[in-house]
Antibody
């Protein structure tokens, strides 16, 4: 059974850094496309970043240069390193597995809350 | 970037009603359109991918149609557990973009 568990969310001051983790079970992270999607309080869904099977990475303009997505095959885990955090980065961050052909996010984690505030 | 719009922004319907939500892309996205359902405080759940393919385990009362720029999600007979917000998403090109959502309430 596919399962995704995010962790690492916290209350952090503006300008700070945080690393989110997404531990997977039931499939191999490095053999799949994976994404981070966030949702600010009371708002809709926003794509943040994706890492492709071959290792290519992609980012929303709003986080480019500040966030880095990576994965560790030995831990079957995906990460999101978030630097220079801003108040507007406050959101629940979800990790998701992307389907092979059509890239729909077929499985989602429960989310982890990142609050950026002084 | 491809912009996604949805209508209506919210609706209220009775159990057993047929409900239709539309999604429009700012340019052609072929069949690369996905639908999600999110209940308050929960993670989104994938319903339909590639415009009309039902995800495994999703009830058959959900269906999708469309291609190019105009898409539709239909719930043939609304059930009490179908409340929440429905989002469309284009996976045609980076950046991936979502529609603003349609909130569905049960009368």
């Amino acid at each position: 059974e596919v399962h995704l568990v995010e962790s690492g969310g916290d209350l952090i001051q503006p300008g700070g850094s945080l690393r989110l983790s997404c531990a997977a079970s039931g499939f191999t992270v490095s053999s799949n496309y994976m994404s981070w999607v966030r949702q600010a309080p009371g708002k809709g869904l926003e794509w943040v970043s994706s890492i492709y099977r071959g290792g290519n990475t992609f980012y929303a303009d709003s986080v480019k240069g500040r966030f880095t997505v990576s994965r560790d095959a030995s831990r079957n885990t995906m990460f999101l390193q978030m630097n220079s955090l801003r108040v507007e980065d406050t959101a629940v961050y979800y990790c998701a597995r992307d389907g092979d052909t059509w890239r729909a996010n077929d499985y989602w984690g429960q989310g982890t809350l990142v609050t950026v505030s002084s | 970037d491809i912009q996604m719009t949805q209508s209506p922004s919210s609706l209220s319907a009775s159990v057993g009603d047929r409900v239709t939500i539309t999604c429009r892309a700012s340019q052609s996205i072929s069949r690369n359109l996905n639908w999600y359902h999110q209940k308050p405080g929960k993670a989104p759940k994938s319903l339909i991918f590639a415009a009309f393919s039902l995800q495994s385990g999703v009830p058959s009362r959900f269906s999708g149609s469309g291609s190019g720029t105009d898409f539709t999600l239909t719930i043939s007979s609304l059930q009490p557990e179908d409340y929440g917000t429905y989002y469309c998403q284009q996976s045609y090109s980076i950046p991936i973009t979502f529609g603003p959502g349609t909130k569905v309430d049960i009368k």
